[in-house]
């Protein structure tokens, strides 16, 4: 791949496979969340959360409703910087760098930290010039090497095969599941280091979602990846480690298929069985 020479296919080190995340020492975590509250005006969001999320591993957020799960993600980026009602107490350290402290740049922060919306958002031009939108922000690069980028970030995307053909037609003429592979190929472009994905497949057809799976899946090996997700199978299916949030509490966090097959709290086996929320 053109010019990616920070990000390793290599996986990390061995992490546990099972039981309780406290396992996930903090040389193999991508985020370390400590203390994290967040309140929109007088109503708490988010209360007193502490969790390591490891690198290149797909980490899943589930929970009812209202639960916390997207305010959550979008405080690893600093999305809600631009909103003034927001009260934020707590630490939230990238690669050891407390995202919050003055030198670090926000938009440095979210090119390194990329985020996917449940609906996809192609910019109104051409499935070429929505790849290198945020290329052209970040990097100078000739119109070769920006070229390469743009098939290596399509190819990445599962969506080469698809649209090589027709690389300067409009991104609105391909289908939402096609859109939402090239909003992913538009975030990889400018080499993050993680991916956020806030129910990412929620708007899409079976077929769609299960590329997208396959997608997260395969790009587990020079990412992070986290996902917001309703869909408790989705999450069983592509996810490393799941965290169970509710009331805007972390209730329970571990490996995937130890909270799925034996949650060690009644509130999560609840939920898990559709019992609750
Ligand atoms: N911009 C906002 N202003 C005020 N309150 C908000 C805002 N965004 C979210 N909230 C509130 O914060 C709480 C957590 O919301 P959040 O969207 O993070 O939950 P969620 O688990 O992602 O929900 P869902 O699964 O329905 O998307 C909710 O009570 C919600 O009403």
Redesign the pocket.
């Known amino acids: 791949m053109p010019a990616l020479d920070h990000v390793t296919d290599s996986v990390s080190p061995a992490l546990a496979t099972t039981g309780a995340v406290t396992e996930i020492p903090a040389s193999a975590s991508c985020f370390e969340i400590e203390g994290l509250s967040l309140a ?2 007088d ?1 708490p ?1 988010l209360s007193n959360l502490t969790l390591r999320i490891p690198r290149q591993r797909v980490t899943a957020f589930i ?10 993600l979008r405080a690893l980026n600093r999305l809600h910087d631009l ?1 003034e ?1 927001v009260r934020r107490g707590g630490h939230i350290h990238l690669e050891g760098q407390e995202i919050h402290a003055p030198e670090v740049e926000v938009a440095e922060l979210r090119r390194r930290v990329g985020m996917v919306f449940q609906t996809p958002n192609p910019f109104p031009m051409s499935i070429y010039e929505n790849v290198a939108f945020g290329l052209r922000l970040q990097m100078s690069l000739k119109k070769r090497q920006r070229d390469e980028v743009i098939e290596w970030a399509l190819r990445s995307a599962a969506l080469w095969d698809e649209v090589k053909d027709r690389l300067h037609d409009s991104a609105w003429s391909l289908s939402g599941g096609q859109q939402q592979r090239l909003v992913i190929a538009r975030t990889l472009a400018v080499q993050p280091e993680v991916l956020l994905l806030d129910e990412p497949a929620s708007a899409l057809d079976p077929i769609s979602t299960l590329k997208i799976e396959e997608l997260i899946r395969s790009l587990k090996s020079r990412l992070t990846l986290i996902l ?1 997700t ?1 869909n408790m199978q989705q999450a069983a299916r592509v996810s490393d480690y799941t965290a169970f ?1 509710n009331g ?1 509490e972390l209730v329970e966090y571990a490996a995937t298929d130890a909270l799925f097959t034996n949650p060690r709290l009644a509130q999560t086996e609840n939920y898990i069985t559709g019992r609750m929320g």
Request: proline share 5%; with cysteine; glycine share 24%.
């Open positions: 929109y005006g109503t969001a929970g009812p409703s209202g639960c916390g799960k997207t305010t959550l909103n009602e917001v309703h949030l805007g």
